[in-house]
Structures are given as C-alpha cells and as structure tokens.
C-alpha cells in the first residue's frame, strides 16, 4: 500500500535525516522512496507499507526524528467535489508546497475539461509537475517541463477561478530567464 508522508525534521541534516527515514522504514518492513524536499526543509515521501497498520508503525517509529505535517493514504479515492471546490483544493495544496497533491486534484477536473480549458488545465498540472522535480533537486527537468507549461496556459481572461494566468505565466517567464526555479503562491 502507498502512503505519503511530510517530516519536519529537527536539527539534522538532510542527508542523514532521509538515510534514518529509509532505515527506519525498511528495519519496519516498508519502503521509503520518492524523497521531495520544500523550501523550508520538510522532507515528503512515499512510503510503501503491507498494511495501514504497518505505515502506523512506521509513523510512531519516525516520530522521534521530527513533526510529522501529515500523512495520507494514497488509495482512498478522491472525495467527489464541484469544480470551484476542487479547483481552490489545488491552489491551497500548490501554495503549501503540496505539488504532487495538486496535480492530482487539477488532473481530476483535465479530465472532464473541453478546449482552451483542458489546454489550461495541462499547463498547470505541468506547473505543479515542474515543481516536483523541483524539490527533487532535478533543477534541469523542472525548467524544462515549466518551459513546457507556458505556451498551455492560454485563457480566455487573466484569471481561471482564483489563479491569475498571467501572472503565472509572467512569473514562469522570470524564472526560465534565472535558469532557475523557485517557488510561488498561485
């Protein structure tokens, strides 16, 4: 089964925190992969555990190392949600650093989009997807998939529910200009 998990670790440093993190989880039985970090220094991971009550075990056994933000069980299905609800979950999922998350939330309503909407909607899964890589320390991929982003997100207006196209789009340009990433609230 396939959890993840945010850490806020203590004082340790970040190598030596993800290396106790896998240790612990595999001397448990799970499998601790997919490391991302945030910009200020939680680690997310996908654990891989037999049972909920394993990933349980895993968690009481992290506790000593730091704060667990939180913790989710990634085979509950999606709650059902309007596309205005849906689409604020993304933003506050974006904007705490939860990228994976809100790609999967914007992926819910892509599927349902037509036209410039759709077209849309694949430019800010491949915003969310580009940040990813960020906190994969994949600085290359990542600029390379917000480069992708850019020409997708074409609007009728200059904002899509709460989300100001342009300024994503003036922000995305910025930072292709930098050679470098770094984040931003939608």
């Known amino acids: 089964m396939r ?5 806020v670790p203590g004082d ?7 290396a106790a993190v896998r240790s612990i989880a595999a001397n448990l039985g799970a499998n601790a992969v997919n490391p991302k970090w ?6 997310e991971m996908d654990i891989f555990a037999p049972t909920p009550q394993d990933f349980q075990l895993v968690l009481a056994a992290l506790e000593p190392l730091g704060e667990t933000e939180f913790a989710k069980d990634l085979q509950e299905p999606q709650r059902l949600m309007t596309k205005e609800k849906a689409l604020e979950e993304a933003v506050a999922l974006f904007n705490g650093e939860r990228f ?3 790609h999967e939330v914007l992926e819910t309503l892509w599927r349902a989009a037509e036209g410039n909407e759709k077209k849309l909607l694949q430019g800010l899964i491949l915003v969310c997807a580009a940040f ?15 480069r992708r982003a850019i020409p997708l997100l074409v609007w009728g207006g200059s904002s899509y529910g709460s989300i100001d196209v342009i300024a994503v789009i003036d922000r995305l340009n910025r930072l292709e200009a930098e050679g470098k990433l770094s984040i931003f609230e939608l």
């Not at 340790?12 to 993800?18: E, I, K, N, S």
């Not at 990813?132 to 998939?145: I, N, P, T, W, Y």
């Open 132 to 146: 990813v890589h960020h906190q994969k320390d994949e600085e290359r991929v990542a600029l390379g998939v917000a």
């Open 100 to 102: 994976w998350e809100a």
């Open 3 to 7: 959890f993840l998990v945010r850490l």
């Open 38 to 43: 945030t910009s200020y220094g939680a680690l």
């Open 12 to 18: 340790a440093d970040r190598q030596a925190f993800l």
